[in-house]
């Protein structure tokens, strides 16, 4: 199975910071490559796919970049309604499509 | 807009089959790969597997000598099914929907999710 490790598993940041997540793979999974965002109590969201596309909706501080075994979620300017769960999920092996622990956000 | 209802017992016992059910409304489910996924309370997701319109399916390595999908496609709805339960498998379950390519697009309508105890 190819194994996600999100770091950091937590941070404490503030309105208007700029904010970035990192995944790693386990091994190369070119750019097949999804981020979520989970307020607590609700369905994890789509944010980005194909490693840096948003999705349609999404506000545009969100962005993803990255190929391989490297991979970045930013936020630009960190909003409110932005302290939530983030997760990444490779959607190169389709036998298990796993996903990463998740970078909690919280307010500084 | 398309939305997905998960539906099932909220209350299942030890050693018994967990059953859910997913509708999809607003949209069709043809050439979408339907996924489960679970959240234990606290902890993060698990890619429980899925099933694309044509019933192929693939399941998480893990749960896979207890885990069966369906569709049923006159209703718009697929299933999981859950053998030999324990306490490990409470968790809240979504299901969602994936585009094809799915290495491509992940998953872009999730369900709102329902709790699932195992417990006698």
């Known amino acids: 199975d190819i194994q996600l490790t999100q770091s950091p598993s937590f941070l404490s940041a503030s309105v208007g910071d700029r904010v970035t997540v990192t995944c790693r793979a386990s091994?190369?999974?070119?750019?097949?490559l999804a981020w979520y965002q989970q307020i607590p109590g609700k369905a994890p969201k789509l944010l980005i796919y194909a490693a840096s596309s948003l999705q349609s909706g999404v506000p545009s501080r969100f962005s993803g970049s990255g190929s391989g075994t490297e991979f970045t979620l930013t936020i630009s300017s960190l909003q409110p309604e932005d302290f939530a769960i983030y997760y990444c999920?490779?959607?190169?092996?389709?036998?298990?499509?796993?996903f990463g622990g998740g970078t909690k956000v919280e307010i500084k | 807009q398309v939305q997905l209802q998960e539906s099932g017992p909220g209350l299942v016992k030890p050693s018994e089959t967990l059953s859910l059910t997913c509708t999809v409304s607003?949209?069709?489910?043809?050439?979408?790969?339907w996924t489960w996924i679970r959240q234990p309370a606290g902890k993060g997701l698990e890619w429980i597997g899925r099933i694309y319109t044509s019933g192929s399916t693939n399941y998480n390595p893990s749960l896979e000598s207890r885990v069966t999908m369906s569709l049923d496609t006159s209703k718009n709805q697929f299933s999981l099914n859950l053998t030999t339960v324990t306490a490990a498998d409470t968790a809240v379950y979504y299901c969602?929907?994936?585009?094809?390519?799915?290495?491509?697009?992940?998953?872009?309508?999730w369900g709102q999710g329902t709790a699932v105890t195992v417990s006698s």
């Open positions: 091994q190369g999974i070119s750019s097949h």
């Open positions: 969602a929907r994936a585009p094809v390519p799915s290495s491509k697009w992940g998953l872009d309508v």
């Open positions: 999920q490779q959607l190169n092996n389709y036998r298990a499509l796993t």
């Open positions: 607003g949209g069709s489910i043809s050439s979408y790969y």
